[in-house]
């Protein structure tokens, strides 16, 4: 199962990493972002928000949603962005999770957490703004990228809303319900 049947009360249904979750939101809206050299950025007087420092993908190439629990594929994906940016687990501030509310995603990111950043993963907030805005599928990486530029911005870790009652399973720092204010450098998003 992948979508909640609680769109009834859409406001608190979506609710990744909680245990009581059961499913994502779908949701709507997309984001542009202007990708250009610092230098040229400067040069026309561009508002900058932030700098992509590296990025990488990995699937297992047979499912669309079927992870693995231990997170291998997002972990390596994980590895592999910081590599390309040329920063260590330690460097993150925050990370801007997937986040769906399914408990296959929740559980498999977690993990995936723990095995790129290692003990760094149950230091660094991480938080899903699916909790707040949904699911749009193929658009939300455009909005997980405006909203950690906007994170960086604002020096804001933004809440996992609804997140009442964390999942044993998922024992990180979620950020339940409050953003909190924090300087952040580097941030990383799997969204």
Not at 118 to 139: C, D, N, Q, T
């Amino acid at each position: 199962k992948a979508t909640t049947p609680n769109n009834a009360d859409a406001e608190h249904a979506s609710r990744p990493f909680d245990r009581d979750r059961d499913g994502f939101v779908l949701g709507e809206g997309s984001a542009v972002m202007v990708l250009e050299s610092a230098d040229r950025a400067r040069a026309r007087g561009a508002q900058i928000y932030c700098a992509v420092a590296g990025a990488a993908s990995r699937s297992n190439a047979f499912h669309m949603t079927g992870l693995r629990p231990d997170g291998r594929e997002m972990a390596e994906a994980i590895r592999v962005a910081l590599d390309r940016a040329r920063l260590n687990p330690d460097d993150i501030d925050y990370i801007n999770a997937h986040g769906s509310g399914t408990r296959q995603n929740d559980r498999h990111e977690t993990a995936a957490f723990k095995e790129s950043l290692g003990e760094h993963a149950y230091h660094v907030p991480v938080s899903s703004i699916k909790s707040m805005i949904g699911h749009s599928l193929g658009a939300i990486g455009s909005l997980e990228l405006a909203a950690s530029a906007l994170a960086i911005r604002h020096a804001v870790v933004p809440p996992t809303a609804n997140l009442h009652t964390p999942d044993p399973e998922c024992d990180l720092d979620y950020v339940p319900l409050t953003a909190r204010s924090r300087r952040l450098d580097a941030v990383l998003s799997v969204g």
